[in-house]
């Protein structure tokens, strides 16, 4: 049984900060690839950040590439994303998702978590 869980949304000014938190259970958090995704209502799911087993390497989506963080902490097995400078564009379902063979912002992820709310006000 795998579960992937989300935390560390809310509700934010634009400008402001948050970090989200992604715990991996039934895996071996070193041997998966993360990513953090998200989707706002009326559009699809956008790929944010993605990272590799040992956070050696990581990608972003243009429109957070500057702003936002993705690390891996294998010791706690935790996934972040720390969001900074947020915009009200930013706000979006987030979800963490997770992954033994692959990464990437357009990859299909096996493992996903249900999902933390950021809402960006202006």
């Known amino acids: 049984q795998v579960q992937v869980v989300e935390s560390g949304g809310g509700l934010v000014q634009a400008g402001g900060s948050l970090r989200l938190s992604c715990t991996v259970s039934g895996l071996t958090f070193d041997d998966v690839a993360m990513g953090w995704f998200r989707q706002a209502p009326g559009k699809e799911r956008e790929g944010v950040s993605c990272i590799n087993w040992t956070g050696s390497i990581t990608y972003y989506s243009d429109s957070v590439k500057g702003r936002f963080t993705i690390s891996r902490d294998n010791a706690k097995n935790t996934l972040y994303l720390q969001m900074n400078s947020l915009k009200p564009e930013d706000t979006a379902m987030y979800y963490c998702?997770?992954?033994?063979?692959?990464?990437?912002?357009?990859?299909?992820?096996?493992?996903w978590g249900q999902g933390t709310q950021v809402t960006v006000s202006s």
């Open positions: 998702a997770a992954d033994r063979m692959g990464y990437g912002l357009r990859f299909d992820y096996k493992y």
